[in-house]
């Protein structure tokens, strides 16, 4: 009758005795399986006084799985499966092996009796717990401040956080207006080029619609009976009906500054037109009331009309004004014609009378 017992050889020899025969063939061909999956070819071990039967009724069934793996993955190999397990095995770390290995020496019923070595495994491993359960009671105060320590510092990552967040909204921001920037070169070629243009019309604008203080003064207070008065204020109306006259660009004329500079050109005409037409009323009538006796009494040896020009002489510095009156205010301009007319017409009408009294 076969025997129950097998030696399993390490570095030491361990002997084991199964319960039954079956039982052991049962271990030893798992054994077998899990060596032929796991390790590689030459740390595979040898397997001596093993019945031959057992192995190849492992081989038959791992080339029947190969088989059904074949078909159901259609056409894969037993390498796929292998690798597959590999992936799940885990060896010991030489650490791990050294204490597994001094843990069995320790404890030398571990082979003979796993029950009782399991039992062992456990009746430590509560010591363990227990051990560790009064270590953590005892370092309740340290426990509470590291989770003190641990709320702050998720304290801090929560506000570190939001920074980056913030940081991370403005970099987008950044990165949005760099990508609406990019390739736009010649844009802003353009762009400059409208700025330089723009600046250019707005320089000349201002040059044409300026109209200087002294002008300004010449055409508000210059005393239009002197000679420089006369001079001062034909120079400024001049330079106001120039400046009345610019043609600007289209858009530009409804510019708040144009307006009122425009607004300003037109109360500056319109006192000065009313300055002109109210002197110049008052001229035409003072000359139409002069007496021509005297003037008369002279020239009746030679039976001729008297000459009018004193008063020619007079009217002769407001020629350039008279004719900016024509083109500024039309109906002033009518309106002082009539009183010219009237004027000089009472003063001739009075002359022949007095020239043809003279005569008889």
Same mark, same amino acid.
């Given at each position: 009758?076969?025997?129950?017992?097998?030696?399993?050889?390490?570095?030491?020899?361990?002997?084991?005795?199964?319960?039954?025969?079956?039982?052991?063939?049962?271990?030893?061909?798992?054994?077998?399986?899990?060596?032929?999956?796991?390790?590689?070819?030459?740390?595979?071990?040898?397997? %001596?006084?093993?019945?031959?039967?057992?192995?190849?009724?492992?081989?038959?069934?791992?080339?029947?799985?190969?088989?059904?793996?074949?078909?159901?993955?259609?056409?894969? %190999?037993?390498?796929?499966?292998?690798?597959?397990?590999?992936?799940?095995?885990?060896?010991?770390?030489?650490?791990?092996?050294?204490?597994?290995?001094?843990?069995?020496?320790?404890?030398?019923?571990?082979?003979?009796?796993?029950?009782?070595?399991?039992?062992?495994?456990?009746?430590?491993?509560?010591?363990?717990?227990?051990?560790?359960?009064?270590?953590?009671?005892?370092?309740?105060?340290?426990?509470?401040?590291?989770?003190?320590?641990?709320?702050?510092?998720?304290?801090?990552?929560?506000?570190?956080?939001?920074?980056?967040?913030?940081?991370?909204?403005?970099?987008?921001?950044?990165?949005?207006?760099?990508?609406?920037?990019?390739?736009?070169?010649?844009?802003?070629?353009?762009?400059?080029?409208?700025?330089?243009?723009?600046?250019?019309?707005?320089?000349?604008?201002?040059?044409?619609?300026?109209?200087?203080?002294?002008?300004?003064?010449?055409?508000?207070?210059?005393?239009?009976?002197?000679?420089?008065?006369?001079?001062?204020?034909? %120079?400024?109306?001049?330079?106001?009906?120039?400046?009345?006259?610019?043609?600007?660009?289209?858009?530009?004329?409804?510019?708040?500054?144009?307006?009122?500079?425009?607004?300003?050109?037109?109360?500056?005409?319109?006192?000065?037109?009313?300055?002109?037409?109210?002197?110049?009323?008052?001229?035409?009538?003072?000359?139409?009331?002069?007496?021509?006796?005297?003037?008369?009494?002279?020239?009746? %040896?030679?039976?001729?009309?008297?000459?009018?020009?004193?008063?020619?002489?007079?009217?002769?510095?407001?020629?350039?004004?008279?004719?900016?009156?024509?083109?500024?205010?039309?109906?002033?301009?009518?309106?002082?014609?009539?009183?010219?007319?009237?004027?000089?017409?009472?003063?001739?009408?009075?002359?022949?009378?007095?020239?043809?009294?003279?005569?008889?």
């Amino acid at each position: 009758q076969e025997s129950t017992e097998f030696d399993l050889q390490f570095e030491k020899n361990f002997k084991w005795s199964a319960t039954s025969v079956g039982e052991k063939h049962n271990f030893l061909s798992c054994l077998w399986k899990l060596c032929h999956r796991y390790l590689p070819r030459q740390q595979k071990p040898a397997f %001596s006084n093993v019945p031959q039967s057992i192995l190849e009724d492992v081989l038959v069934n791992l080339s029947v799985m190969s088989v059904a793996g074949g078909d159901t993955t259609r056409g894969g %190999s037993t390498a796929g499966v292998e690798d597959d397990s590999l992936e799940d095995y885990q060896a010991l770390t030489e650490q791990e092996e050294t204490d597994l290995e001094r843990m069995i020496t320790e404890c030398e019923f571990a082979i003979s009796d796993a029950e009782a070595f399991t039992n062992s495994l456990s009746k430590d491993l509560s010591v363990l717990d227990g051990q560790n359960i009064h270590s953590i009671m005892g370092s309740e105060a340290q426990v509470n401040s590291l989770m003190v320590l641990l709320d702050n510092a998720l304290a801090e990552v929560s506000q570190i956080e939001s920074r980056l967040d913030e940081y991370d909204h403005m970099v987008g921001g950044i990165a949005t207006q760099m990508g609406q920037m990019k390739n736009q070169e010649s844009f802003i070629q353009i762009t400059n080029k409208n700025h330089t243009r723009l600046l250019e019309q707005l320089d000349t604008l201002v040059v044409q619609l300026d109209l200087s203080k002294g002008h300004v003064k010449a055409l508000r207070e210059s005393d239009l009976r002197t000679d420089s008065g006369i001079e001062a204020c034909t %120079s400024a109306a001049e330079a106001l009906q120039e400046a009345m006259e610019v043609e600007l660009p289209k858009g530009l004329s409804k510019l708040n500054a144009v307006k009122e500079q425009q607004k300003l050109f037109h109360d500056l005409r319109q006192k000065f037109a009313a300055r002109i037409f109210e002197h110049l009323n008052n001229v035409f009538v003072r000359q139409g009331s002069d007496q021509p006796g005297a003037s008369l009494a002279k020239q009746a %040896s030679g039976l001729k009309l008297p000459k009018h020009f004193p008063y020619h002489r007079d009217l002769l510095p407001y020629r350039q004004l008279i004719l900016w009156l024509k083109v500024a205010d039309k109906t002033k301009y009518t309106q002082l014609s009539t009183t010219y007319t009237q004027s000089l017409n009472k003063l001739y009408t009075q002359e022949i009378k007095d020239f043809m009294a003279t005569a008889k």
